[in-house]
T-cell receptor, first 112, second 114 residues
């Protein structure tokens, strides 16, 4: 049973470009979460999704960031017009209903 | 609002000795509590969770944690440390009646000295 998959593992973008981060949850998991980790800090919750629905986006920046979890395919975290402050590790986690969250290996975004 | 405090940035323990990594939490309702471990340039690995029931929770790799409601603590413990336990440990909390996103502490670097 494959774990949570994220790709790419490393992503380099120039300021103003778009970044797309993908997450495939564990088989049987219907809940997806995105977190951001800045250097030397803990993870900060961004958004919680179920299939085709955003359940909680209280941690998402109001502008430039969006997330989706379509009926088919992976969850996507999209960052438009990236800035240097967006450089971080972005982790996806998945869980069954009311279960523990299992994390992917993360995508390390570097904005030049 | 919920919060987690890990008061120690770093804990140093000699191999073979018992270890404790401290965590205290604050939630408005009843908590779900979790411990995760992160190795360099890796994602978080789930160690254990407290949902309900026995206050002493056993998890992966010989780790355990004790839920103490009166002290709002959930310290991580292991009777005998291994060098391979050296990593970054995160405590996390979720309010049972609240949002599903986890709130993480800042992490504690555990260093096991041979």
């Amino acid at each position: 049973n494959a774990g949570v998959m994220q790709n790419p593992r490393h992503l380099v973008r120039r300021r103003g470009q778009e970044a797309r981060l993908r997450c495939s949850p564990m088989k049987g998991h219907s809940h997806v979460y995105w977190y951001r980790q800045l250097p030397e800090e803990g993870l900060k919750f961004m958004v919680y999704l179920q299939k085709e629905n955003i359940i909680d986006e209280s941690g998402m920046p109001k502008e430039r960031f969006s997330a989706e979890f379509p009926k088919e395919g992976p969850s996507i975290l999209r960052i438009q017009q990236v800035v240097r402050g967006d450089s971080a590790a972005y982790f996806c986690a998945s869980s069954p209903p009311a279960g523990a969250q299992y994390f992917g290996p993360g995508t390390r975004l570097t904005v030049l | 609002a919920q919060s987690v405090a890990q008061p120690e940035d770093q804990v140093n323990v000699a191999e073979g000795n018992p270890l404790t990594v401290k965590c205290t939490y604050s939630v408005s309702g009843n908590p779900y509590l979790f411990w995760y471990v992160q190795y360099p340039n890796r994602g978080l690995q789930f160690l254990l969770k407290y949902i309900t029931g026995d206050n002493l929770v056993k998890g992966s790799y010989g780790f355990e944690a004790e839920f103490n409601k009166s002290q709002t603590s959930f310290h991580l413990k292991k009777p005998s440390a291994l060098v391979s336990d050296s990593a970054l440990y995160f405590c996390a909390v979720r309010d049972k009646g609240g949002a599903d996103g986890l709130t993480f502490g800042k992490g504690t670097h555990l260093i096991i000295q041979p």
